[in-house]
Nanobody, 123 residues
Framework: QVQVVESGGGLVKAGASLRLSCGTS????????VGWFRQAPGKEREFVAA????????FFGNSVRGRFRLSRDNSKSTLYLQMNWLKPEDTAAYYC????????????????WGQGTQVTVSS
């Protein structure tokens, strides 16, 4: 059974950086689109970034483009989300998920989700 696990969240000050990791097991990581979503209290879940199985720089939501970067290590079945210049509005639970089809921007395309990791950015 495929499992997805996030790590790397924490409490930081505005302007700081964090790197989140998304690891998977039980499947073929190299075949997945891997995405990051986030959800702040009282808000809907929001697309953050995603990486196709074929690699490349990835795709990013408007609110994080230019500040966040993705890197993918298929040999370790891990996708990293490097978050730079963090803002208080980046505060949310961050979720990693995997997909094999459909739009990478849509939650409904993702079949397996992690439990989430909390990122809190203080002003």
């Amino acid at each position: 059974q495929v499992q997805v696990v996030e790590s790397g969240g924490g409490l930081v000050k505005a302007g700081a950086s964090l790197r989140l990791s998304c690891g998977t097991s039980g499947g073929t990581f190299g075949a997945y689109t891997v995405g990051w979503f986030r959800q702040a209290p009282g808000k809907e879940r929001e697309f953050v970034a995603a990486s196709r199985w074929s690699g490349g720089d990835g795709f990013f939501g408007n609110s994080v483009r230019g500040r966040f970067r993705l890197s993918r290590d298929n040999s370790k079945s891990t996708l990293y989300l490097q978050m730079n210049w963090l803002k208080p509005e980046d505060t949310a639970a961050y979720y990693c998920a995997i997909s094999t089809s459909g739009s990478l921007f849509r939650e409904s395309s993702y079949t397996h989700w992690g439990q989430g990791t909390q990122v809190t950015v203080s002003s």
